[in-house]
């Protein structure tokens, strides 16, 4: 595997389901992110991680849980979602940002799409 | 408000004709850093360009050029020589290095490209 990879690519799930994004990168970089994209939205930031450790928490609803057990993976947690939770999901990493800019750039997965009924 | 604002929702045009796609951003900061992305109907973001604001170098790559104008604040994409292949949502994104969002990169809401043959 090379890159950036998400499974499931899709997902249906109810409101009540609970279920679980997974994300893994191989580019050897330490920072890590969830992005949501809605229809005629812009692509939101919703997580940071970096190191292993939550730098950004974009006020996302609880109903999301992030959690990052080491650099290269990253899951998101679903639970009691709501039908405008459907989007498409996306994973990127990058380097670390080290304080004095951020001239490294993301790389994405290829996201998964999530429909909530 | 709206960091990043592409003006161009959708634009179709006719293989080999060239193509420019508008980026105005917003910022204060001195030091930030412009991206643009490709998203193919596959949904995975293509990393395509980063162009860090103390550099006003225009580029060239292959049949892509980027024109970087501070002074309008502006970051357009060129593609010469369309082809069918190049059909794709272009997304345009900000990082500012001082902002408390550090990580963050800021998306427009994305032009739809669709080349014809």
């Known amino acids: 595997e090379t890159g950036v990879t998400q499974t499931p690519r899709h997902l249906v799930m109810g409101m009540t389901n609970k279920k679980s994004l997974k994300c893994e990168q191989h580019l050897g970089h330490n920072a890590m992110y969830w992005y949501k994209q809605s229809a005629k939205k812009p692509l939101e930031l919703m997580f940071v991680?970096?190191?292993?450790?939550?730098?950004e928490n974009n006020s996302v609803p609880s109903r999301f849980s992030p959690e990052c057990p080491n650099s290269s993976h990253l899951f998101l947690h679903l639970h009691t979602l709501q039908p405008e939770d459907s989007a498409l999901y996306l994973c990127?990493?990058?380097?670390?940002?080290?304080?004095?800019?951020?001239?490294?750039?993301?790389?994405f997965g290829p996201g998964t799409r999530l429909t909530v009924t | 408000a709206q960091k990043v604002t592409q003006a161009q929702t959708e634009i179709s045009v006719v293989e080999k004709e060239d193509v420019t796609l508008d980026c105005v951003y917003e910022t204060r900061d001195t030091t930030y850093y412009l991206f643009w992305y490709k998203q193919p109907p596959s949904g995975e973001l293509v990393f395509l360009i980063r162009r860090n604001s103390f550099d006003e170098q225009n580029e060239i790559s292959g049949r892509y050029s980027w024109n970087f104008q501070k002074s309008t604040s502006s970051f357009n994409f060129t593609i010469t020589a369309s082809q069918v292949v190049d059909s794709a949502v272009y997304f345009c994104?900000?990082?500012?290095?001082?902002?408390?969002?550090?990580?963050?990169?800021?998306f427009g809401k994305g032009t739809s490209l669709l080349v014809t043959p």
């Open positions: 991680y970096s190191l292993e450790e939550r730098v």
């Open positions: 994104a900000l990082s500012e290095a001082t902002s408390n969002s550090g990580y963050a990169l800021n």
């Open positions: 990127a990493s990058s380097q670390e940002w080290t304080g004095q800019g951020f001239d490294y750039e993301q790389y």
